[in-house]
T-cell receptor, first 113, second 113 residues
Framework: DAGITQSPRYKITETGRQVTLMCHQT?????MFWYRQDLGHGLRLIYY???????DKGEVPDGYVVSRSKTENFPLTLESATRSQTSVYFC????????????FGAGSRLTVL | GENVEQHPSTLSVQEGDSAVIKCTYS??????FPWYKQELGKGPQLIID?????GEKKDQRIAVTLNKTAKHFSLHITETQPEDSAVYFC????????????FGTGTSLTVIP
C-alpha cells in the first residue's frame, strides 16, 4: 500500500545500546522528517532531509544520526540510547511541488531502560 | 526561528457545544498554517489548513481563522461529537524555513457525551 511505514512500532532497549528506527515511503516525496513527541513539548524536529544524500539538523538533533542513501528510506539511529530519548518518534514526508502537506507515519514508541 | 504557542492545553466540552483552540506565531514570514488531529496511538493527520492570503476557511463543522496582523490563528469546531475527542496541533511554516514546520504543544480535547 502507498504511504509511510515506520518500524518497529514498539521498541524497548537499554541505556547505551544502538537503536535504529526505520522509515519508508512509497510516494517519492523529496522531503522527509523525523519528529519526537513528548508530553508538554508537542512535536519537535530532530532531523530532516530535502533529498537523497542531503540532511540537516532540526531543533533537537543531539544523540541522533540520520542517513538518506535512497529517496524512499530515512532511518534514524540512536548511537548510544539514553533514558531521555524515551519518546514517540514520527517520520513525515512532504511534497513541496504539491500542496505542501506534511504527512505522518503511525509512529514508533521507544522506551530506554 | 519560528515560535508557535497553543492554548489551551486541555479542553472539555459538552457534546453539541463549540470548541475553540488558539495559536500564535512569531515569524511574520510564515504563510501556511495547518491543523492536525491525533487520535490515540496514531500519527497526526491534517484536518484543515489556511494560507496567509486567506482570512477564513471552513470545512463542514471545522473552520480556521487567521489574523496576520496579530499573528494568531484559531481552530473552531462546532456541534462537537465524541469522535472529535483527540489531541489537536497547530503548526506554522514558510518557504524561508526550508519547509520546516513548527508545532504548538497540542490541545487535548474531550467531548463529553
Amino acid at each position: 500500500d502507498a504511504g509511510i511505514t515506520q518500524s518497529p512500532r514498539y521498541k524497548i532497549t537499554e541505556t547505551g545500546r544502538q537503536v535504529t528506527l526505520m522509515c519508508h515511503q512509497t510516494w517519492s516525496h523529496s522531503y522527509m522528517f523525523w519528529y519526537r513527541q513528548d508530553l508538554g513539548h508537542g512535536l519537535r524536529l530532530i532531523y530532516y532531509s530535502a533529498a537523497a544524500d542531503i540532511t540537516d539538523k532540526g531543533e533537537v538533533p543531539d544523540g541522533y544520526v540520520v542517513s538518506r542513501s535512497k529517496t524512499e528510506n530515512f532511518p534514524l539511529t540512536l548511537e548510544s540510547a539514553t533514558r531521555s530519548q524515551t519518546s514517540v518518534y514520527f517520520c513525515a514526508t512532504l511534497d513541496p511541488s504539491g500542496a505542501n502537506v506534511l504527512t505522518f507515519g503511525a509512529g514508533s514508541r521507544l522506551t530506554v531502560l | 526561528g519560528e515560535n508557535v504557542e497553543q492554548h489551551p492545553s486541555t479542553l472539555s466540552v459538552q457534546e453539541g457545544d463549540s470548541a475553540v483552540i488558539k495559536c500564535t506565531y512569531s515569524d511574520s514570514a510564515s504563510n501556511y498554517f495547518p491543523w492536525y488531529k491525533q487520535e490515540l496511538g496514531k500519527g497526526p493527520q491534517l484536518i484543515i489548513d489556511i494560507r496567509s492570503n486567506v482570512g477564513e476557511k471552513k470545512d463542514q463543522r471545522i473552520a480556521v481563522t487567521l489574523n496576520k496582523t496579530a499573528k494568531h490563528f484559531s481552530l473552531h469546531i462546532t456541534e462537537t461529537q465524541p469522535e472529535d475527542s483527540a489531541v489537536y496541533f497547530c503548526a506554522a511554516t514558510s518557504t524561508n524555513t526550508g519547509n520546516q514546520f513548527y508545532f504548538g504543544t497540542g490541545t487535548s480535547l474531550t467531548v463529553i457525551p
